[in-house]
C-alpha cells in the first residue's frame, strides 16, 4: 500500500465541482432568459408610424379585452398596481412604462391606468402599437 505524503503535491485536478457550477449557471441562464420573454398576449391597435421604446427596466403594464390588468406577465387588480408601481418608482425615479391595451378594450380603462400612471408620477410613459400595413 502507498502513502503519500503531505508535503506531495497533487498531480491532478477535480474538475467535477466546476463542471456541476456550468451546468447549474447555464440552466439559470436558460430559465431567466425565457422568463423575461414571456407576455400576455393582446391585439394590439395599429398605427401609422411607431417607435421603438425599449429602454432597460421597463415595466409593461398590459390591458386586456375583458379589462383584466396584468404588470409584466402577472395579473393583478387597480389597487395592486398602483402599490407594486409605487414600490418600483420608489426604486428606480425614472422608471418607464409601457401600457399595452387591447384594440378592443374600453377607452376608459386604459384611461384609468394612465391616470393612476400620473398621480404615481411616472412620466416615462409610452402607449404600445403595431404599424399597419
Given at each position: ?20 457550477l456550468a451546468y447549474v449557471l447555464l440552466v439559470i441562464f436558460i ?28 415595466r409593461a403594464v398590459t390591458v386586456s379585452e375583458r379589462g383584466d ?31 399595452k391595451g387591447d384594440g378592443r378594450v374600453q377607452y376608459g380603462k ?24
Amino acid at each position: 500500500m502507498q502513502v503519500q505524503a503531505e508535503n506531495q503535491a497533487y498531480d491532478e485536478i477535480n474538475v467535477t465541482p466546476m463542471l456541476d457550477l456550468a451546468y447549474v449557471l447555464l440552466v439559470i441562464f436558460i430559465i431567466m432568459t425565457t422568463a423575461s420573454v414571456q407576455g400576455v398576449k393582446v391585439d394590439l391597435p395599429k398605427a401609422k408610424t411607431s417607435t421603438s421604446l425599449a429602454k432597460p427596466g421597463t415595466r409593461a403594464v398590459t390591458v386586456s379585452e375583458r379589462g383584466d390588468l396584468f404588470l409584466d406577465a402577472y395579473p393583478m387588480t387597480m389597487a395592486s398596481l398602483e402599490e407594486r408601481l409605487g414600490q418600483l418608482k420608489a426604486g428606480n425615479p425614472v422608471l418607464p412604462v409601457v401600457v399595452k391595451g387591447d384594440g378592443r378594450v374600453q377607452y376608459g380603462k386604459v384611461m384609468e391606468v394612465l391616470e393612476m400612471l400620473k398621480r404615481l408620477d411616472i412620466v416615462d410613459v409610452g402607449l404600445v402599437t403595431v404599424r399597419a400595413k
